[in-house]
C-alpha cells in the first residue's frame, strides 16, 4: 500500500470522521477474517490509540472479521477495568489479551554481537536474543495493526513503530538488553532523535525477523494534551519506516521545547491517574534532564506514586540498589554477587536513567509511599500536600513562574508528552 500520510490544519487538530477515512482507506481492499491490534496501555493515554483501536474494532467487526486486542504492556501492570473503559472507550474489557513480558514470548533469533558492537560503537557486544509475544507469529491472523503514539523516550529516542513489538510486546531478554544499551550509549545520545542505537536495534530484527512474515500496519500518531485535551495533530500509517520518518518529523516540532534558558528550579506534576511508580514516574527526569542546570533543583509532584517498580522482582531491586547514578550501578552490575541485577538489565538501566548522577536535586513530594522509602532510594522526599500549597498544579500554567522566595521555576503538567532542551 501506499502510505497515508495526513496532518492536521486546524488548531484542534484531526476530526474522528478524518482518522476513521483514513483508517478504512488502509483496510481497502484487504480480505481481513482475523485481526490482531496491539495498541499502547494507558501509560500513553494521551495518544489517541484509544480512538483508533476503537474505530478499528467496530470497523473490522463490521466486515465480520474477529478482532483480538493485546496492548503492548512491556513490563508494565496490565490496563484496569476503568483506564480501559476511558481509553478504548465501549469496547468489552474481555477483549483485552495480557501480555506476559517474562513467559508468554517466542524467540526467533537473536541479533549478531558484531552488529551489536557496531551499533553501540563497541560499548555492548554481547548479541541480543529477539523475543515477542507468541502471538505476533500466529498465521491465522490475516493483519496486525500496531496503533501508536511517536514522542520523544529515553531509550529508543523517539517512541513506537518497532518499539511497540520489541519492548511492547517483547520478551524480558529483549527488553532488558535493550535497555541496557541505551543507558550505556546515554540518554542524550538518543532522546528526541531517530536512527538511536536502540532504533537501529528494533530496525534490524524488524527487517530479519518480522518483515515477510507478519503482514503489519501502523497507525502512528502525533500528539499534544493542552489542558489535558488530546489534540492529535498527525495520523501517518503505513507497512515500512517511511510512516516513522514523518512521524518522528512532526513529534519534533510538537513535542520538543528548545528553552531559552537551563531550569534553576523545575515543578513536574505526576497525573495519579496515569502515573503510580517511580517507573513511570521517572519521565519526570528523563525528560527534563536536557534543560536541568547543573545545581539545579527538580521536584516532582506525585500524588499517586505508591511503589517504585511495575512489578514485585523490579520494585525489590529498586529498593535494594536505588538510583545512585551511573558509575554506582555499573559497577553493581558487574560485582559476581548481584546476579539479581544481571538477570534484570532493564531494572539496572532504569536505575541509570532515574539518576541526575549528582548534576541537580531530585525531590519526589509523595503522600501514598512514605518519605523514608522516597530517600532510601537516593532521592530527597518532601511532603505532597505542603508542595502543592506551594506549587498549585490546578492554578499553574505550563511555563515560568516566580516561586515565594523570589527564584523562577518552570512547570510542567505531563512529562509522558515533550522533551526540554537547553
Known sequence: MNDINLTATAETGLTRDEIAAALEKALAGRALRRVLVIPPDFTRFHSNAGLITNILWHSLRGRGAAVDILPALGTHVPVSESQWGAMFGDIPYSAMIVHDWRNDVIRLGEIPGDEVARISQGLWRHAVPVEVNRRLMDKSYDLVVSPGQVVPHEVVGMANHGKNIFVGIGGSAMINASHMIGAVCGMEKAMGRDHSPVRQLFDYALEHFIYGKVPILWALTVTTAPGGRVVQHGLFIGEGRSCLEKAIALAQEKNTDKVDRPFARCVVYLDPREFNSTWLGNKAIYRT?????????????????????????????IRKYGYRGRIATLEAFEKPENEDLRANAGAAAHLIHGSSDGRFDITYAVKRISRREIEGV????????????????????????????GVQFFYIPNPALGLWMA
Open 378 to 405: 537516593g532521592f530527597k522526599a518532601a511532603d505532597y500536600d505542603e508542595m502543592a500549597r506551594r506549587y498549585d498544579p490546578e492554578k499553574l500554567s505550563p511555563g515560568w513562574h516566580t516561586d515565594t522566595d
Open 289 to 317: 534532564r536536557m534543560a536541568m542546570a547543573d545545581g539545579g533543583h527538580l521536584i516532582i509532584l506525585a500524588p499517586g506514586v505508591e511503589r517504585f517498580g511495575e512489578d514485585p522482582t523490579v520494585d525489590a531491586l
